[in-house]
């Protein structure tokens, strides 16, 4: 148990402790998007379809906060965007326990949703500036696991705290967000690269549309996109459990499958990955999230739901350390802010696009057909994965190897140089 423990979690810096535990604590007190889910229909008043707009706007404003931190992460630095994403957040979450109103709740939904993406780059960079090539499968990995762990606590207190009075919750959020901001403040140093200080490579200059350019990592991007957009549809399965004549209430039991998995299984997911080409594991993720989520289309009781998940939670525990390891290796150092910034848009999009096109498509056509094309598109993300993973890894491999310097007194041509 000791030499496990010391291949997972030994020889990280504090730094990272600090940030995992501030994870910890941001995903453990985020239940307002939670509480929201559950009540905005029976407390609030709104229809089922208000609501979904709602939560879409949520997935929207953190998609457009994600590229503005990530430019920010870069030009003003990552500490500072953090601080003002928090307390931002804490601020927001105030105002949003004071109002019933539709328009002003999908306003400021869409406001939370902006704070809440806007740190997310920034805390991805601060974490891949201090864990090095070396760290950053293991790392990411742990703080996947405080962030499943976090949410799993959320969803928990979400249901607890659904009798307690409706302005506690919105202030006991508040509460987390202002910790992690105190955290950051006090023991999370700035770690934005000094330029200069780049062995072996001229600075870069560039600005988000360098990023939107780059082919190899925007080709990632939409394959990330599409994989989460499958994952994100989960949030339908109450209403294919509604048309079916089954009680959607049970659907807490349903996911609950998947923060159990992950709590218990996903630090072991590094070591059962070492070694192994990363193109192929991404797109047998793919292909598990694809069959999991397509087979809600023939699951017709609890426990056949559950098994569903099973699937797709194998599928996303495979996923999550590689991908977080690939999107630092392509993002270029001196603008890495920019890049976690769009590979975060990649992933907070997914919320916006899933329940919008998947309620229509549950609400227009036969009720097989939403999980069959997402199983088509688990398929469709795998053969890209596997089609582009070659390019990919010779990009990565160009930039985490730094150039040999050029020998003193060389002559060397311009172009070589």
Known sequence: MRGWLAQTAGGLPKTFWYLWTGTLINRTGAFVMLYLEIHMVVEYGFSPAFAGLVLGLFGGGMALGSLAGGVLADRWGRRSTLLVSNVALAAT??????????????????????????????????????????????????????????????????????????????????????????????????????????????????SIVTVLRDRVFMLFVLLNLGLWIIIEACKLIPIAMHQRGMDAADYGTVIAVNGIMIVAFQLFVPKLLAGRDRSRVLALSALLVGLGMGAVAIAGTVPLLMLTVVVWTAGEMLNAPVNGTLIADLSRPEMRGRYQGVASMGFTAANFFAPIFGGLLLE??????????????????????????????????????????????????????
């Open 93 to 206: 979450a105030i105002v949003l326990g004071f109002v019933f109103q539709p328009l002003a709740v999908a306003a400021l939904a869409t406001v939370y949703g902006f704070w809440n993406g806007l740190g997310r780059p920034a805390f991805s960079a601060t974490m891949v500036d201090v864990l090095g090539p070396t760290m950053r499968l293991r790392g990411m990995n742990l703080n996947y696991w405080a962030i499943n762990l976090g949410f799993s606590c959320a969803a928990v207190l979400a249901g607890v705290l659904s009798r307690t009075p409706h302005l506690t919750v919105f202030l006991l959020n508040a509460a987390a967000q202002l910790m992690m901001a105190a955290i950051v403040f006090w023991r999370v140093p700035e770690t934005q690269p000094v330029r200069s200080a780049v062995p072996g490579r001229a600075p870069v200059e560039g």
């Open 364 to 417: 227009h056509a036969p009720p097989a057909t939403l999980w069959l094309v997402l199983a088509a598109l688990g398929v469709v993300v795998a053969l890209g994965q596997l089609l582009s993973g070659p390019v990919r890894e010779r990009r990565a491999r160009a930039l985490l190897e730094p150039r040999p310097a050029a020998t003193e007194g060389a002559n060397l041509a311009p172009a070589a140089a």
